[in-house]
């Protein structure tokens, strides 16, 4: 087992070329929408504002990543 950990490539410097400043400031506006979509009462506010958290988090990075 410890020689096939051994031949996993180290992948910690995958994410290097990326800056995150961008994916913050997304996150950021998704949490600002839905804090304004509570305020408000709106549903629809507060399930956009999780999806763009949802999607700066997990779907663009990867995605950017995939790419490349």
């Given at each position: 087992m410890a020689?096939?950990?051994a031949q996993v490539p180290d992948n910690s410097k995958a994410f290097d070329y990326l800056s995150p400043e961008?994916?913050?400031a997304l996150m950021a506006l998704g949490f600002l929408i839905g804090i304004?979509?509570?305020i408000i009462?709106?549903?629809v506010a507060v399930a956009t504002g999780i999806a763009i958290v949802f999607f700066s988090l997990l779907v663009l990075p990867l995605?950017?990543?995939l790419s490349r």
């Open positions: 020689y096939l950990l961008p994916f913050i304004f979509g509570h009462q709106s549903k995605g950017v990543h």
